[in-house]
């Protein structure tokens, strides 16, 4: 199993940047890839960007050019540069890890980032 805890998040004004973190301890050798979901009260959980063991990056269309993902091993943290945000990115924000024995995905509890006009 591994435990995700996100933080970072918060109030902003449109244009800003935050940087979100998560986290990760327990089996983290089995971890295969990572990454951040956001949702909106009311819509369907948006995958914004993953990063693989190998490196990998992608990130959704609508973020970018403003949204890095990137890892430090040495803490067994995932970042995500959140950068010239806007109001449409107010959301939850999710990480998640993806395991390879077993496979299953585990998830932190999220947090919320807030964008003003």
């Known amino acids: 199993q591994v435990q995700l805890v996100e933080s970072g998040g918060g109030l902003v004004q449109a244009g800003g940047s935050l940087r979100l973190s998560c ?3 327990g089996s983290i050798f089995s971890i295969n890839a990572v990454g ?3 949702q909106v009260p009311g ?3 948006e ?3 993953t990063l693989t063991t190998g490196g990998n990056t992608n990130v959704a269309n609508s973020v970018k050019g403003r949204f890095t993902i990137s890892r430090d091993g040495a803490k067994n943290t995932v970042y995500l540069q959140m950068n010239s ?3 449409e990115d ?3 924000y999710y990480c998640y890890a993806d395991l390879y024995a077993p496979p299953l995905r585990s998830w932190g509890q999220g947090t919320q980032v807030n964008v003003s006009s």
């Open 23 to 25: 986290a990760a301890s």
């Open 36 to 38: 951040w979901y956001r």
């Open 43 to 45: 819509k369907q959980r």
């Open 47 to 49: 995958l914004v960007a």
């Open 85 to 87: 945000l806007k109001p």
């Open 90 to 92: 107010t959301a939850v």
